[in-house]
């Protein structure tokens, strides 16, 4: 905006070098909604660090503040990643072109995808569009989001179509057309809009305008004008766009809806039809309600309320209360006793029992923490049950009165030596006070003898109650305290930082203080941007002696320029001239702290670096101000491949700061599998590393990211090495340097997986990422529901579990495929895993009916009758495990008796299952 001073932007993720401009790119207006309303009630509430310490989020534009009327609209399409800025800026009060407005329609509709880049685009001479939005101006008329007729009219040529301001009126009509409601608009076109311009509205507007109305989505100004040839803002665009979602049938990307089934440790856990996602909640997760344009606090989201979440990689960007009625039912009664899985309460005719798991919440009157066994026989409980999945499960179970006996940990929130009290807070954050007897001994760590009045507010304890009375306190470690600040200064023993009121603190740095940045995979701290005018906003956790033990970036200022040109490099003022891929110059100095490398290789001589900086030369700059934070000569891009022009013989990257790079077409391409490949067989928006040539004009390969399921077929932990299968082939691979997980995400060894089980490997080219072990799901069939598209399994091992497949099902039976549910049975037996590309494998187990002969316990194997003396498939060795059953009693072998009536199934030619008839 003309007349303001250009501000920096705070950024929230990084790579393990440098951090990276989020939603920064060329300036194409990629969404949001738009209300024609142009004002709206400021903001002022927060977002949350996490849910023990809430502090301030930022937002995804410096333009746009906390409290700007269309804030919410921009923040939550952004997170969509239907909107997009230009260098953290989104320009709110710009005026929106009608080409711009397309390509926002099509990203509401989901469309863009479609879109031809690959040719030439031909229009009429006099239908004048910039090039870049050409194609999608086609894809729009196909789509009947535009009217050929009209907008090609004589009088609608005289200027440029594309560059033309939109009018709200014009808006209006593209909006009613992208959520398919011309019909609606048809049949009120001959009403007036019932604004007092309506004589200024063009004719065949009238119609949309009016539908737009009735949906709620335009509001009149000020003297019930509704100014149909007004320019409509990008913000009035993305609050218009984002109200529209209400009306529109489409599934979002990255946007999920379900009720909250657990908020806890930075966590919120989402509950959708019988399946769950866990999100993280960070520092920059904004919270909204569905009724409501202000932010709300972290404080106002409830579990157990309905909420949508909008999130890439299970971080949750954008969080929306859409039902803030907690769905559980309280249920008051006298605790009687309690069982494995079950709490029993006495009722006149006996007693009533509920189901509880690993999962429900034990407290005690106050909210602390305890175990199911120390709840004592006629206190009064509260049973919490929720009322969201069907299942009525049993989330939390409280003491509201009766003897407590516990141990627990917490920070002293006070001593009163009269009273004879301590007032502890808990690890969940509640506050609760017992008494002490005459003659209680109070424990350090370090088992020396303390007096009630040694102890310290803040101190961290592990306490000990029996019959709501302390018994032992015993002291953890002393008081812990947070700061935050930006960094100015950073030595190998001292870190210096500027506090909000400009303040600045020196700390002494711990042995060993634990480093967070989020984004960053094992940051030290030679990774913290310490600058005076721009370093790193932290927050530092001082121990009891003052003492730095832990440093967490929250946010940081830089500008970061890849693939920038070199213009000039002066050895002598260590001044770096260079020129983005826009075309615009920059400036900045390199000093004995920046980060350097040439050609993939650290270096660390400014004048070694120097020859390296030559004019013409391709390089990677941070910067924070002008002070550069690291200087790369460019060895390859990572990114997304977003377009492939044959005519040009080149393609298309967009890296992870939205910044677009055109290259030549690569000398080969490194898929994981395949071969003799082109960039013509690399498929649009994947993930892609284009290396470059020593003369960095040509990209010497480009490796796209793939993922492949494998099955472990040999397993040497001592050698570190799998054999793997898939698609017929095996090949080998080498875990020691490979990140390997479990199906929940936790970290993993080989030794972990067995033989049988599937992987999914993560590759760069031909090279392997990581590894992550795969759920598999083996049991029976109890259920199958086709028109629901449920299934319900019976594991062997993990009791029975609901699944609902996403994302297609492949059922392979006797080696056929099928793709429906109705063609399982629940006589079937079956394996279930997600494969690599999300789609569901159902695999039915073989299955085999015998008379029973006897056991053989010396090899392990049962026999049966033969049917003949050819009949040579009459031995089997018994699996691990076997389940050996009659309907629900399990059996032992050696209880099978001749001539019984058997049927084996068979897990890839071992014996899992022996029914008895």
Known sequence: MSGQKRSKRSIHTYSSKAATVILAGTMVLGGAASAFADTAAPVTTSAVTNVTAPAAAAGIFTDVKSGFWAEKHIYKLASQGIVVGNNGLFRPGDSVTQQEAVLMALRFMKLQGNVNTGTDVVLPTDFKVTNYYKPYVVLAFQQGLLDKTVEMAADNLKTSWGERKASREWVAELLIRALGKNADAAAVSSQPTGFADDAKVTANKRGYIKTAVDLGLANGLDGNRFDPQGAVTRAQLATFFSRAEAHNTLDYDNTVKGSISAL???KLTLYNNGR??????????????????????????????????????????????????????????????????????????????????????????????????????????????????????????????????????????????????????????????????????????QSSVLLPADLKVGASVKYSVKDNMIRSVDVTSGVERTVQGAITELTSSTVVYKKSDGTREVKLLGSTPAIVIPGVTTPVIGDLIADASAGDNVQITLNSSDQVTKIEVLSRQIDQFTGATVVDYSVKTQLLTVMDSSGKAHLVKLDTTTKLASDGVANTSLTNMGYALTEGRKVDVVAAGQRAISVETSSKYDGTLTAVSTTNKTMTIKLSNGQLLTLPYPQSVDIYGRSNLAITDVALNSAVTAVL?????????????????????????????????????????????????????????????????????????????????????????????????????????????????????????????????????????????????????????????????????????????????????????????????????????????????????????????????
Do not use: C
């Not at 039902?323 to 007693?351: M, N």
């Not at 960095?696 to 993922?707: D, E, F, G, I, M």
């Open 264 to 266: 806890q440790n930075g």
């Open 276 to 445: 769950t996602t866990v999100f993280d909640l960070t520092y920059s997760t904004a919270y909204f309600t569905s009724t409501s344009e202000t932010r709300i606090n972290f404080s106002d989201i409830k579990p157990y309320t309905k909420v949508t979440v909008i999130g890439v990689t299970y971080n949750a960007a954008y969080v929306e209360v859409t039902d803030p009625a907690q769905q559980v039912q309280t249920i008051e009664g006298v605790f009687a006793k309690i069982t494995p899985g079950t709490i029993w309460l006495d009722s006149p005719t006996g007693y009533d029992q509920y189901s509880y798991d690993g999962s429900t919440s034990f407290v005690d009157v106050n909210g602390a923490v305890i175990t199911p066994a120390s709840i004592t026989a006629a206190s009064k409980v509260s049973l919490l049950r929720e009322t969201y999945s069907g299942a009525g499960k049993l989330v939390k179970v409280q003491v509201t009165s009766g003897i407590v006996n516990k141990t627990a940990t917490g920070t002293i929130q006070s001593v009163d030596t009269t009273a004879k009290s301590i007032t502890f807070k808990t690890a969940d954050g509640a506050t609760e006070s017992f008494k002490w007897e005459d003659g209680t001994t109070l424990f350090s760590s």
């Open 693 to 917: 040539a020593g003369n960095q004009n040509v990209v010497s390969v480009l490796r796209v990211n793939s993922s492949v399921q494998f099955e472990i077929i040999t397993l040497d932990a001592a050698a570190n090495k799998l054999g793997v299968k898939w698609s017929g082939v095996t090949s080998e691979l080498y875990t020691l340097t490979l990140p390997m997980t479990g199906d929940t995400g936790q970290s993993i060894k080989i030794s972990d997986l067995k033989v049988g089980d599937f992987v999914n490997a993560s590759f760069n080219g031909s090279t392997p990422l990581s590894l992550q072990a795969v759920k598999l799901s083996t049991g029976q069939l109890t259920a199958v529901n086709a028109s629901t598209g449920t299934l319900t399994v019976k594991d062997y091992k993990a009791g029975t579990q609901t699944i609902t497949p996403t994302g297609g099902v492949k059922i392979i039976r006797d080696g056929s495929t099928a793709t429906t549910l109705g063609s399982l049975t629940t006589a079937d037996r079956v394996e279930v895993r997600k494969d690599s590309d999300g789609s569901t494998i159902i695999r039915v187990l073989s299955q085999q009916s015998h008379a029973f002969s006897r056991y053989e316990s010396g090899t392990n194997e049962i026999l049966v009758k033969r049917a003949s003396l050819d009949d040579n498939n009459y031995r089997f060795a018994l699996g691990a495990n076997v389940y050996i059953h009659q309907g629900d009693t399990t059996l032992s072998v050696q209880s099978l008796k001749e001539n019984d009536n058997i049927i084996m199934y068979f897990n890839n030619n071992i014996l899992v299952e022996i029914v008895k008839q």
